[in-house]
């Protein structure tokens, strides 16, 4: 089945620190991704998406891009605040009307 | 433009009971989708209404229910409801399908005691 893996975290960083969240995907079909992020006490807000091989999602200095070589969507962002912690999770849906499959969550704390 | 409403936002409910979760979704949205969330699973699908049918549905006991009205307003119910149910409910909607891209409510914390 469709089937989402983030690494495993949590993931703690220094302020202005470089970010990278893996996320590989196995999918029956070509899939939608998407970056999903959860802060404290609230539901999951759509970050970025990508519906098509090598193509890039980005928002908010964060950036994934789509690829289906390697069956990957890692998370990027250049220089982290300390309003970035938050949990991400990765997600897949493919194409038509499947439910979207998200991974486990990575935790983000990043310290001033 | 209002986003996804849930509520109520918290309950807390006695081993036995039944409760109603309600979701209403952005206007225009018709599809409904239901996760239950805890730290153990995380993410697990419950189901996905649109235009009052069922139209995907997890692997979840049939003690969870759900339907749809032809407002797009939504509910869930859970009955007999077991301690291992307490988690947070989201609900999402999508304007036609789910790969288009959910948008989620804040949730309802349901605790089991």
């Known amino acids: 089945g469709d089937s989402v893996t983030q690494m495993e975290g949590p993931v703690t960083l220094s302020e202005e620190a470089f970010l990278t969240i893996n996320c590989t995907y196995t999918a029956t079909g070509y899939p939608s991704l998407f970056w999903y992020v959860q802060y404290p006490g609230e539901g999951l807000q759509l970050l970025l998406k990508?519906?098509?091989?090598?193509d890039k999602g980005s928002n908010k200095g964060f950036e994934a891009t789509y690829r289906k070589e390697t069956t990957s969507f890692h998370l990027e962002k250049g220089s982290v605040q300390v309003s970035d912690s938050a949990v991400y999770f990765c997600?897949?849906?493919?194409?038509?009307?499947?439910?979207?499959?998200f991974g486990k969550g990575t935790r983000l704390s990043v310290i001033a | 433009k209002a986003g996804v409403t849930q509520t109520p936002r918290y309950l807390i409910k006695t081993r036995g009971q039944q409760v109603t979760l309600s979701c209403s979704p952005i206007s225009g949205h018709r599809s409904v989708s239901w996760y239950q969330q805890t730290p153990g699973q995380g993410l697990q699908f419950l189901f996905e209404y649109f235009s009052e049918t069922q139209r995907n549905k997890g692997n979840f006991p049939g003690r969870f229910s759900g339907r749809q009205f032809s407002n797009s307003r939504s509910e869930m119910n859970v009955s007999t409801l077991e301690l291992g149910d307490s988690a947070l409910y989201l609900c999402?909607?999508?304007?036609?399908?789910?790969?288009?891209?959910?948008?989620f409510g804040s949730g309802t914390r349901l605790t089991v005691v």
């Open positions: 999402a909607s999508s304007s036609e399908r789910p790969s288009y891209g959910y948008t």
């Open positions: 990508a519906t098509k091989a090598d």
């Open positions: 997600a897949l849906s493919v194409q038509g009307n499947t439910p979207l499959v």
